[in-house]
């Protein structure tokens, strides 16, 4: 779980670099905190310190336009491994409601010319399609997480 948190937060922490925003730099600063935080606090099983902080990452990306709900699963568990039953089954619930199912799709494209592979959302990889010749793309879709 820890090197997909990761992993997760360094292509979210990405986007909100790379946007022109003058803010950015303080909103991935504010998410990396927030991460780092939530990601400690579960490995020292600190569950109940760990819960919020996967809500607010989850809000702070959100913020940006990526509506990445598996932090809202991480929060729902540290909620359930801290035995508060009652803010658990709330998020799955909702998420249930929402439609997530935990099967995430990744989308790549391979430049053909330097053999390098990008990271895209759905929007810009159909987007990009559009120019056949210049990448190679796949989507592959991830495990099912179960709530």
Known sequence: MKKL???MAIVASAFVFGQ???DANALNAQLQAANKTA????NAK???????KFIEVYDLLKST?????????????????ANNSDASIKIYT??????????ET????K????????NLDKATWELMKKKPGLYRFQNRADKKRRA
Request: no cysteine; aromatic share 12%; proline share 2%.
């Open 5 to 7: 948190i990761l992993g």
């Open 20 to 22: 022109k925003d003058k």
């Open 39 to 42: 990601m400690d606090a579960y």
């Open 46 to 52: 600190n569950y109940a310190a760990a819960a919020p």
């Open 65 to 81: 336009g990526q509506d990445n709900k598996i932090y809202m699963y991480y929060a729902g568990l540290s909620h359930a491994l």
């Open 94 to 103: 909702d998420l249930v409601n929402s439609g997530f199912t935990g099967v």
């Open 106 to 109: 990744t989308y790549t494209a």
């Open 111 to 118: 430049e053909k010319k330097s053999g390098q592979v990008v």
